[in-house]
């Protein structure tokens, strides 16, 4: 939890100093004043989260922040600075502060609009791309948020053309930048609709995958603050039993797949078993398999539609 009671409003202790003395306005003692002070506000990672705010103000990897550990710090770089510490230590994630994140080794643009990347959703994109094969070619990603699942995707699997749906104007601008940068754009689409709404005729796809809104509407009221006060609830509501987008989604994936097509869906290893009732009550003859995440938990449903 981001313990904001702990959060003072004034600015991080290094803007006592004013103006800041050399010696404690260099990298290295910024960035040590900027851990304390995360820290004293409960942030989770106060190091890692403290080099990626300076490393974005100064337009530096985090590497650099080390080589250049005693340059010091003009007050123009570190009013922004104080800034997005204040704002990290009120909740805000870091990933919207800096407009980024990793994953599968690649940087992500995104902003509120999509949810942040998460680590468990990589194993959508290594299940996908050692599906990807010379016969699997055409790829679609329902709600891509991000993009980051199906542009890492395409980017595992270089044979493989992929469209991407969400329903959010934003999300699909904050996708096609992510093919864009990340340079797969001749063999992504982005499109914006509800499903398979704005796929239907550019389909039957081989490989389907989706990581939907599959939190439960109680246990959205209980998250942490950190990510229900900022991430876009439409990534992460599922509804009263957390099933509602893949009925949804299931009603009408049948349109866009034929038999042989690969569905992957990320979920809630406690629902994932109704996951798969689902699915096979769209496709009775479906073989289906589970796969963990890196914590060992069941992450994601399999389905091979028959
Ligand atoms: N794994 C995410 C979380 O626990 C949920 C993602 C989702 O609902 N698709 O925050």
């Known amino acids: 939890m981001a313990g904001a009671v702990e959060v003072r409003d004034g600015a991080p202790p290094m803007v006592r100093t004013q103006p800041p003395s050399p010696a404690r306005s260099a990298v290295g003692a910024v960035l040590r004043l900027s851990t304390e002070h995360l820290a004293r506000a409960r942030v989770a990672s106060p190091r890692l989260d403290s080099e990626l705010i300076l490393a974005h103000v100064l337009g530096l990897s985090r590497i650099d922040l080390y080589l250049q550990f005693d340059r010091p710090l003009l007050e123009s770089e570190l009013q922004p600075i104080r800034d997005l510490l204040r704002r990290r230590a009120a909740g805000c994630p870091v990933a919207y502060l800096v407009g980024a994140r990793e994953f599968h080794s690649l940087n992500f643009t995104v902003s509120p609009a999509v949810l942040i990347p998460r680590p468990e959703s990589e194993l959508l994109v290594d299940i996908g791309a050692a599906l990807v094969g010379e016969v699997r070619t055409r790829v679609l990603e329902l709600g891509c948020g991000s993009g980051c699942v199906a542009v890492a995707l395409a980017r595992s699997a270089p044979s493989a053309r992929v469209d991407l749906v969400d329903l959010s104007p934003e999300a699909v601008a904050i996708a096609a930048r992510n093919a864009e940068a990340l340079g797969v754009e001749d063999r992504v689409e982005v499109l914006c609709g ?11 796809y081989d490989l389907v995958v989706s990581n939907p809104p599959y939190v439960t509407t109680a246990e959205w009221d209980g998250l942490d603050p950190g990510v229900r006060d900022f ?29 042989g097509s690969v569905v992957l869906l990320e979920g809630d290893p406690r629902r994932l078993g109704g996951v798969d009732e689902l699915a096979r009550a769209a496709w009775p003859a479906a073989e289906t398999s589970l796969h963990r995440d ?13």
């Not at 890196?294 to 028959?306: A, F, K, M, P």
């Open 194 to 204: 509800n499903w398979v709404d704005p796929v239907r005729a550019r389909g039957p």
């Open 231 to 259: 991430e876009p609830r439409l990534a992460l509501d599922g509804g009263p039993d957390g099933l509602t987008s893949y009925r949804e989604l299931l009603a009408v994936l049948p349109q866009v797949v034929r038999p």
């Open 294 to 306: 890196l914590s060992g938990r069941d992450r994601v449903l399999e389905v091979l539609v028959r």
